[in-house]
């Protein structure tokens, strides 16, 4: 009589990972009810121009958002948001350098230049008029990016192209990247700048609106990469090289200075995270109390602003306070003391 032999202990270890493998194959993959690349490419390449419709819709949701910060109105803003058509040349970007397309890439760059000037002036004309010139928070939220700022958009980015690739397409998706990118506020929070004057806050708020452009049309192409859509052909090969050449030529000139910035901001994180754990941990004193703080990144020196009452700091506790910055990586900051009276 012949008898099976029972598989090896090594075999079935095989084929459990083997399953298991398939499992999360079926479970994390991007081909169930994926839509066809001619449908995905021709719904942005509709949202990527600005005129008629689009322009009109973009200039009404600016005066709400630039309302909605002059009046520190969070569900306003939010409202504004969800009515910004500004993701379409954005994503229109990402997917033309995905798909080796210089006339997408054109087209999408000149309606993006469009709407950003439109916004501008828009929101520079209302706060010009408004009666009400205070810096609210919901605007000076806009003037610091950081690096959540960053990560922020690139996974809304991803999410947004996600969605946008199903056959169906995910209803609740779209409105929450344009609620969680926050492309509209920041170009608000730039017109106010340059309505009252304050280059600072021009300055922070539009390199808020090009980080989070960059990093959607970052994680737009990594998806329509990863998807296999097909390149764009050409009429001969020397002209598909030198399209090639010219779109990524265009993309390092963009790509290397935001590197630099993106790595300034996170050493400005880190640095802002690690003064307020010093203040925490170590700024406790018997006679005298911190009533505030002010962390200032700096590439050369760092400053950290202490706002204290009570008796003044003796030389040798200062001295013990700074080599207590030591160890948090703080050496190189310049401590400056207020006293409140």
């Not at 779209?174 to 700048?193: D, E, F, K, Q, R």
Request: glycine residues 8%; proline residues 5%.
């Amino acid at each position: 009589m012949l008898v099976d032999n029972p598989p090896s202990p090594r075999n079935r270890q095989s084929t459990t990972l083997t399953q298991f493998g398939r499992f999360l194959h079926d479970q994390f993959s991007l081909e169930e009810d994926k839509e066809d690349e001619a449908g995905v490419i021709d719904s942005i390449n509709r949202g990527i121009e600005f005129r008629g419709i689009n322009l009109w819709t973009l200039i009404f949701a600016i005066f709400i958002a630039s309302i909605g910060l002059n009046v520190n109105s969070t569900a306003v803003i939010i409202g504004a948001m969800l009515i910004s058509p500004l993701m379409g040349p954005i994503m229109g970007i990402g997917l033309g350098i995905g798909i080796n397309d210089l006339d997408m890439i054109g087209r999408s760059l000149k309606n993006l230049s469009i709407a950003v000037s439109i916004s501008l002036l828009t929101s520079t004309v209302y706060f010009f008029i408004s009666p009400l010139h205070i810096a609210q928070s919901e605007l000076l939220a806009r003037t610091s990016p950081s690096v959540w700022d960053a990560f922020i958009a690139f996974f809304g980015g991803l999410a947004g192209i996600v969605a946008s690739s199903r056959r169906g397409k995910i209803t609740n998706v779209v409105p929450g990247v344009a609620i969680a990118t926050a492309l509209m506020p920041p170009l608000c929070t730039a017109g106010y700048g340059l309505a009252t004057g304050n280059l600072y806050y021009f300055a922070g708020a539009f390199y808020l609106f090009l980080i989070n452009s960059i990093c959607i049309s970052l994680a737009t192409f990594l998806i329509v990469r990863f998807l296999g859509y097909h390149q764009k052909t050409y009429p001969t090969r020397e002209v598909e090289r030198r399209v090639r050449t010219t779109i990524w030529a265009a993309v390092l000139v963009v790509l290397l200075p935001s590197t630099y910035l993106a790595y300034q901001i996170v050493r400005k994180t880190i640095f802002e995270q690690t003064a307020k754990r010093f203040v925490t941990n170590e700024c406790n004193f018997q006679y005298r109390q911190v009533l505030n703080y002010v962390a200032q990144y700096n590439r050369q020196t760092p400053v950290l602003e202490l706002t204290m009452v009570g008796e003044p700091l003796s030389p040798d506790s200062i001295n013990m306070l700074r080599a207590k910055m030591l160890p948090y990586g703080l050496d190189s900051a310049r401590l400056i003391r207020v006293y409140s009276e």
